[in-house]
């Protein structure tokens, strides 16, 4: 059996080595089943202990780490890195973002054009008229 200074709750773990910006993030994510510990969805409350394997899924993003030391308080992000190894897959980044273009010397764009900027960019009410969306 462990001691406890080798546990810690899972949800204050994940916020001390930063993989979320507070402890109710943590708890939400765990609750959620956005968490799993040893490949099994885990309660906020589980103990962890250095050598479990902790899959944490956030903003379309899954971290995979493997506790080397266990923490109970927030450290600062050089200390918080040497408490685990990251096996995350690499992000994908889309470098190809779309890009309106407009021929040089079109003039002014037009209301239609406007909106097709507003449509590629997902912003405005896209409702196409002056009244507010319902």
């Not at 050598?51 to 956030?58: M, N, P, S, T």
């Not at 266990?70 to 685990?84: H, K, N, T």
Request: charged residues 30%.
């Amino acid at each position: 059996m462990a001691s406890p200074q080798d546990s810690a709750r899972l949800d204050t773990w994940i916020w001390c080595v930063r993989l979320t910006k507070t402890r109710s993030q943590a708890t939400i994510a765990c609750r959620a089943g956005h968490v799993k510990l040893n490949g099994e969805r885990a309660k906020p409350a589980h103990l962890v202990h250095p050598g479990d394997e902790i899959r944490v899924r956030l903003a379309g993003r899954e971290r995979v780490v493997v506790i080397t030391r266990v923490l109970r308080q927030r450290v600062g992000p050089p200390v918080a890195a040497e408490c685990y190894t990251d096996h995350s897959p690499p992000v994908v980044r889309d470098s190809a973002a779309p890009v309106a273009l407009r021929d040089r010397g079109a003039g002014r764009p037009t209301k239609r054009d406007r909106r097709a900027w507003e449509r590629l960019h997902g912003t405005g009410t896209g409702t196409g008229t002056g009244a507010p969306p319902r």
